[in-house]
């Protein structure tokens, strides 16, 4: 990947939108084949998932990605219409139950300040398993492998990525870059404070305070060697936006161009809109992957 300046991508809400719902959209049209179930062996658990492989399959073999969840008992069913936007662009997309929820065994834990650095390499260590068993299906190649995710996936994902070489590829929607304890603390502030109070204000009433920080992805974010496309809207009250993107544009990842971040004003966690229309955002993913040679130049056939 060529080396290049941080992107601030500025998407205008006169984009093309999308129903609003999970992070996922309706830009699919082709159908995909049967998705093929799979079970993970992890720690302590056996994570049942699926794969699904795109309609077409060009001589050789696909990239692959694994779609990592965001906090809550989820299901593969919350990250289906995301998996399926990816397999019409092209891949092969590995969903799973998390730990504990539908018909993965192990334990679910929800995250919190005091057991996150567990947790957090838990979550990741799950992912690169995941990540294995995708690879090691048929058609799928070892050398075009990444991982997608969304909201507390931001933390996730990029252990993930330090910890496993084979990961080449990384994309972020709605991620912290601040520590556990800090996103719990702003998720408070941001709850009760009133809906017409801006972000300068929310920063001023979140000055210096005393809690345990847990998990703090600072230095692995300092260390980020993998391609990495990370998209916020400038309208998220879940994740401490000011903080997020101090971090992000510190980076040596973003002065060498090897994060790319896009900002889309008006757009909320889940990247809606005011009117809750969605922000087409997987335009923006599609480019990427393939400017980053993960993707083939060919457009999707409908």
Do not use: C
Request: hydrophobic share 45%.
């Amino acid at each position: 990947m060529k080396s290049r300046p941080l992107l601030f991508a500025l998407l205008m809400a006169g984009a093309a939108l999308a129903p609003a719902a999970t992070f996922a959209g309706a830009l699919q049209t082709t159908a995909l084949p049967d998705p093929v179930p799979i079970r993970i062996k992890a720690k302590g658990a056996v994570l049942a998932g699926e794969i699904l492989m795109p309609a077409k399959v060009s001589e050789g073999s696909v990239p692959g990605v694994v779609i990592v969840h965001g906090s809550g008992r989820l299901d593969r069913q919350a990250s289906r219409e995301g998996a399926e936007e990816l397999a019409a662009m092209g891949m092969a997309v590995l969903i799973y139950d998390k730990r504990g929820v539908g018909q993965s065994t192990g334990r679910y834990r929800d995250i919190t300040p005091v057991n996150s650095p567990a947790m957090i390499g838990e979550l990741a260590d799950d992912a690169n398993r995941a990540l294995a068993a995708l690879a090691a299906h048929r058609g799928v190649d070892k050398a075009r492998l990444g991982l997608f995710g969304g909201s507390q996936a931001g933390w996730i994902l990029p252990k993930a990525a330090a910890d496993n070489p084979e990961v080449r590829f990384l994309v972020v929607l709605s991620g912290p870059a601040v520590s556990v304890g800090f996103m719990t603390h702003y998720g408070l502030l941001a709850g009760a404070a009133e809906k017409d109070v801006g972000e300068e204000e929310l920063g001023k009433r979140r000055s210096p305070f005393i809690i345990i920080h847990g998990y703090d992805p600072l230095e692995t974010l300092r260390g980020l060697r993998t391609p990495t496309l990370w998209i916020l809207g400038e309208r998220d009250r879940t994740v401490p936006l000011i903080e997020t993107l101090r971090v992000l544009e510190s980076l040596p990842a973003a002065e060498s161009g090897l994060l790319t971040l896009v900002r889309l004003p008006d757009a909320d966690h889940q990247l809606a809109l005011p009117d809750g229309s969605r922000v087409d955002y997987w335009g923006t993913v599609e480019s990427w992957l393939r400017d980053l040679g993960i993707l083939s130049r060919g457009r999707r056939t409908s």
